[in-house]
C-alpha cells in the first residue's frame, strides 16, 4: 500500500488508474483503519477543537467566546468515535447491496470504496482551524462534497465490479442511507455526551456542514436543555435559510424617538449560498444628541445566538461598563463609555432579530428607550 500522502495523490490528480490499484491491494478493515481512515477521519474534529480553543466563536452581538476545553474535548472525541463507526456501517450496507446493483458482496472492497472516496471531505476539514472564514470553508467543502461523490461513483465498477450504468444509482442511494446513519448515530451520541454535533462534519461520511460552527439542534452546552437541546422555540431551523425583506424590517423603524426625527432609512441584504442576512437602518437626531437604530434579521445565525442563553457578563471597565444579561427572554448586550456620554444597546428578540441602538446620548437609559421605541413584540410575528 502507498504512503497516504501517495495515495490522496493519486485520488486528486490520478483517480482512475488510483482505483485500479485499490481494488487490486491485499487489505483488510484494520489495515485500512490503521493506515488511512484513523488518520484523516481525525483532521475535522482536531481542527474544530484547536481553532475554538485558539481563536474562538464569533457570536452576533456578543463577539468571541471560547468555550470550555473539557467540553470541547468530549465533542472532539465524541465527532471522531462517529466518523470511524459510520464509515464500517456504510461499508457493510454497500457490501450488501452491491449484488442488487450487480456487483459483488466484499466488505473489505466495500470499505476501501467508502473511505478512500470520502477522503476529501476530511481533508478540507483542516479549514476549520480558523473559524472565521466560514464563507470560504462553504465552498471549499461543497466542492470536495461533490468530488467525494464523484470519487464514489467512479469506484463502483474497478472496486466492487458494479457495472457503469448502475453505478450512479448506487451511488445516490449510499449517500442517501449514509445521511441517515449520521443522523442517527449522531443523536445517540448526542444523547449520550450531552452535547451534540459541534461539527456535524465530523461525525462521519454524508454529514458535512459546511457552515462550519454551530448548526444542529442541541449542538452547544448543557445549560441548553435537557441531553444538550435547546428549547422547541430556539432551536435552529433546517432547509433554506432565508431573511424576511429589508423592507419589512424597516417598516418596524419609529419616525421618532425621544424628540429626535428619524432620518433616511438604508436597507442591506447579503446572500450567499445557503446563508442570508437583512437588515434596515436609520439615523436620530446629530451632534450631541444623535444615535441609529439597525434591525436586522439573523436567522442564518440562529444556532450560534443560542449560544448566548448561556452567556452572562457584568464587567466595570475604566471608562465604563459591558453587560451581557437575559432580560424577558431576549440576550441583551450593553456596552457604555461614561466619559464620552457614548455606547451600544442590543436586544435579540427571538433568537433572530437584532435591534441595536449606537450613539451618544444622557445615559445608557436613553438608549434603552430608543431600543424599547422598536415594536419588539411585532417582530416576534415575523416570519
Known sequence: ???????????????????????????????????????????????????????????????????????????????YVLALVIVYLVALLAAAMSPTFGGRKDHVQALKLVAYAWAPVWVVGALRLIPAITVVASVVGLAALIYSAWLLWAGMQPVLNVPQDRAAGFTALLIVIGAVLAFAVGAAGAAFSGIGGMAPGAAGPFLASHRGGVDSPGSVYPAMGKAGHAPAHLRPTSGPVKAVAPSRLGAFLPATVDGLARGPISTFKRVVPGLQMSSAEAHYGAGAQSLKISITDLVAERAMLALSLAIQKDQETATGYDKIFQQDGNTVTEHWV???RYGTYSVIVANRFEVKVVGTGPSMASLQKAAQAVDLAGLTQVH
Open 338 to 340: 461614561a466619559g464620552d
Open 1 to 79: 500500500m502507498e504512503t497516504l500522502p501517495l495515495r490522496l495523490r493519486g485520488l486528486f490528480f490520478a483517480p482512475r488508474a488510483t482505483w485500479t490499484t485499490i481494488a487490486a491491494e491485499n487489505a483488510t478493515p484494520s489495515s485500512l483503519y490503521r493506515g488511512w481512515i484513523m488518520w484523516l477521519a481525525a483532521i475535522t474534529p482536531i481542527s474544530m477543537f484547536v481553532g475554538l480553543a485558539i481563536f474562538g466563536l464569533s457570536l452576533p452581538t456578543i463577539g468571541i467566546v471560547r468555550p470550555g476545553t473539557g467540553a470541547l474535548l468530549l465533542q472532539m472525541l465524541v465527532g
